[in-house]
């Protein structure tokens, strides 16, 4: 999201916090941008002009705001001043390429002092430019980058600089390979748009990942799965859609192997819709009957798109196979109608319960307000048997819980908590939650409680779209 400085400074819905946020996340996504041009383009190539200009305009933004400005790179965090940028799908893949581009020099920060000039940030992207070694000493950096010396300060990393936070932390772990798979998702229906090959084997490492969290602690993947971003709905779906199939999958009792050929099929589950028009698919309202029936196609489109563009391999048709069964129905009464009637595969009875929860909570033009998790599921249990494998659907769940991850829950003395764990088989009913309000209605940043050994009464729910709640916070 790009804003200027007069949107900055006029805007009175925004926290100054909030608009160095978005300030932030604009800088370093445009600086990645500019340093990308600069490797592929020469100085006066369009694109490189135009690239380097918006860097400029970015940074002019955030003098005006802010005044002088560092930032910092920390283990795998970018700072602001002093507050963390947060990162989001869309946003991922920057972050991490001036991530380790910083690293990769030995810089730890940059100290904006005073306003440069764009011939300034020209020089200051060329001299991040490769050397002929991949990797810089600081000091050799410091030497190439003598004449950016003059406007700007650098600061080494730190000699006690944290190691790398996705090794170490669960959590960081689960949202970088979350991300991940979002941009992997997104190169593969860009190229499948332009009709080039589907990269089975970057989707499969981003799975296999994934589905390595999940064998150890699923509970910080599946809390990514409530993030919604409109206009990355595709990817966040395709990614969802893979989290809760391998879940689904792992109470099964599939093998790992098995679990990432599932999850790679459940990412390009709907891919075929790469074949109908934006506009449609962004339609507020319900389709007309001709819309519909072009939707009804998708399916046929994704396995043939696949096949086509994914070869032959074991992946390619599995996921063929998902692409083109996934809204079939358990009793066959969906589409596409086949000739001979076959019952659908597992992993695509599997695709079609993950993909059907997904969808159905998400935030579309054509929907009033998306639907509660728990909401979802009691509607889905009505369809067991016709829509959806009966026994599947009971260990889906079993995993996801009576109050999914995400649900807010009102409980005893009124206070408000979210719902950051599933719970165990025994007490599905009695999740683990963090308090976010307590008995007044004030934000509170409470204590995580076990529902399950506790007597804690819960009261109801309460939709986090009408009170303006945002919970990416609690699983970012």
Known sequence: MEMTPAAARGSQTLREGDVQQILGREFVLRFSVA???????????????RADSELAGSVDALFHHFGAFRLAVVGDYLFLDDQRLRVDAVGFA???????????????????????????LIALVQAFLPPAAENDAYETFLARASDVGKWLEFGPLPEDDPESASEKDPKERARRAFLSAV??????????????????????????????????????LLGLTVLRDYDAYTFHHSVNVCVFSIVLGKRLGLTRK????????????????VTLPRAMLDKPGRFNAEEWERMKRHPVEGARLLLRLGGMGRLAME???????????????GYPAIRM??????????????????????????????????????????????HFDPL????????????????????SGGAWAVVIGSAPP?????????????????????????????????????DPDEHGLDLSKYFL
């Open 183 to 220: 941009t992997v998702t997104r190169i593969a229906i860009a190229r499948a748009r332009l009709g080039r090959g589907v990269d089975f084997r970057a989707a499969q490492r981003v799975v296999q990942t994934m589905v390595d969290i999940l064998l150890q602690e699923e509970f910080s």
């Open 94 to 120: 920057a972050f991490d390429h001036v991530v380790r581009l910083l690293r990769a020099r030995g810089v730890g920060e940059l100290r904006f002092g005073v306003p440069p000039r764009q011939q300034d």
């Open 35 to 49: 340093l990308r041009m600069a490797r592929l383009h020469d100085a006066q190539n369009a694109a490189r002009l």
């Open 426 to 462: 025994e007490s599905l009913d009695r999740p683990r939650v963090q308090v976010i309000r307590d008995g007044a209605g004030l934000p509170a940043e409470g204590p995580e409680l076990d529902l399950a050994t506790s007597d804690i009464e819960i009261l109801g729910t309460v």
């Open 319 to 333: 996921s063929a196979l998902v692409a083109f069964e996934h809204h079939q129905r358990h009793d066959l009464s």
């Open 341 to 386: 009637p076959r019952p659908q595969h597992l992993a695509s009875r599997i695709v079609a319960i993950a993909d059907c929860f997904d969808a159905m909570s998400a935030e579309r033009p054509y929907r009033d307000r998306p639907l509660r998790r728990e909401e979802i599921l009691g509607h889905m249990m009505a369809h067991g048997g016709s």
């Open 258 to 273: 098995e679990l990432s050929e599932l999850g790679v099929a459940a990412l390009f589950h709907d891919i075929g819709k």
């Open 392 to 411: 599947l659907l009971k260990l889906f769940v079993n995993a996801v819980g009576v109050y999914p991850i995400g649900t807010v829950l009102r409980i």
